[in-house]
């Protein structure tokens, strides 16, 4: 079965700080991965996506994951936090090389405050 | 702005009524999925459909069910609701129906239940 655990509810870290949200994954053969932001009262958007190739993966507003495939983590970082960072983010895991259906497994969500 | 429209944007009704939301993929996406979001359950996977045929089933209930029509637009129909159907309700799109995907999201409709 497909999943993904994000390990921590909340983060918090100073505006200016590199930050980090954690994802790991449970699929059996290769992941496609994705990470999600939702601001307030507004629908999810799209942040990057690993397929295949490079382990690192640059996506929109400044943000980056790392794939690491022995450690089956899909971390989400930012080198320096914005107060507008701020909203809950989503790691997900599509199921479509192991079942052939392309809806998205999500975790739990990750709030994160980045504090001025 | 994705380019998914969802409507309507609020949703207030009682138990044991039915009602419809309805969805506009973005333009060329021939996918559409329906997520409910919900505090208990987090986001989980309804329904998606492709190209007017339904692809894929996930935890979607006997009384909720979906269509999407020859212009690619989408409706979901919840009935005989309960007070635990309140949720926000999530359409996504996407250009086909395979992994590398990207789903775009909609807004969402709030439903409450009351």
């Known amino acids: 079965a497909q999943s993904v655990a994000q390990p921590e509810d909340q983060v918090n870290v100073a505006e200016g700080n590199p930050l980090t949200v954690k994802c790991t994954y449970s699929v059996s053969g290769n992941p496609y991965l994705f990470w999600y932001v939702q601001y307030p009262n507004r629908g999810l958007q799209f942040l990057l996506k690993y397929i295949t190739g490079d382990n690192l993966v640059k996506g929109s507003y400044g943000f980056e994951a790392e794939f690491n495939k022995s450690q089956t983590s899909f971390h989400l970082k930012k080198p320096s936090a914005l107060v507008s960072d701020s909203a809950l983010y989503f790691c997900a895991v599509s199921p479509f090389i192991q079942t052939g259906a392309n809806n998205l497994f999500f975790g739990t969500g990750t709030r994160l405050t980045v504090i001025p | 702005d994705s380019g998914v429209t969802q409507t309507p944007k609020h949703l207030i009704t009682a138990t044991g009524q039915r009602v419809t939301l309805r969805c506009s993929p973005r333009s060329g996406d021939l996918s559409v999925y329906w997520y409910q979001q919900s505090l208990d359950q987090g986001l989980q996977f309804l329904i998606q459909?492709?190209?007017?045929?339904?692809?894929a089933k996930g935890n979607i209930l006997e009384r909720f069910s979906a269509q999407q029509f020859p212009d690619l637009h989408s409706e979901l129909n919840l009935s005989s609701l309960e007070l635990g159907d309140s949720a926000l309700y999530f359409c996504?799109?996407?250009?086909?129906?395979?992994?590398?995907?990207?789903?775009?999201f909609g807004p969402g409709t709030r439903l409450t239940v009351l």
């Open positions: 996504a799109s996407s250009v086909e129906s395979i992994g590398t995907d990207t789903q775009y």
């Open positions: 459909y492709y190209n007017g045929e339904e692809r």
